[in-house]
């Protein structure tokens, strides 16, 4: 079973909604910071948004008031809420632990792809 793949990517107009989920295995994301990153073409990937073993969340600023992660400790799985999409929040998404350097050597699951058209 590969530790990480996300799914619920799509291609939905600006403004829209999607949630993206994360099914995560070998890692109890109720105990561990988990993060949701995106990695958009020539660019580096980032980290987007984040919760805390608290359960706390976190977001960027591009993203805050948009987006919401969010977790369910018994099915294991991770989710991203995105509300009001905008064009320029096309890009693939991948979850993972918090990572603040060294991304590129970290491995990664398929990620999904989310394209917002005009």
């Known amino acids: 079973q590969e530790p990480l793949v996300e799914s619920g990517g799509d291609s939905v107009r600006a403004g829209g909604s999607l949630t993206l989920s994360c099914l995560v295995s070998?890692?109890?994301?109720?105990?561990?910071?988990m993060a949701w990153y995106r990695q958009r073409p020539g660019f580096q990937r980032e980290m987007i948004a984040r919760?805390?073993?608290?359960?706390?969340?976190h977001s960027v600023d591009s993203v805050e008031g948009r987006f919401t992660m969010s977790r369910d400790s018994a099915k294991q799985t991770l989710y991203l809420e995105m509300n009001n999409l905008k064009h320029e929040n096309s890009s693939v998404y991948y979850c993972?632990?918090?990572?603040?350097?060294?991304?590129?050597?970290?491995?990664w699951g398929p990620g999904t792809q989310v394209t917002v058209r005009s």
């Open positions: 993972n632990r918090v990572f603040w350097n060294g991304l590129d050597s970290v491995s």
């Open positions: 070998g890692i109890g994301v109720g105990i561990t910071s």
């Open positions: 919760i805390t073993r608290g359960g706390t969340s």
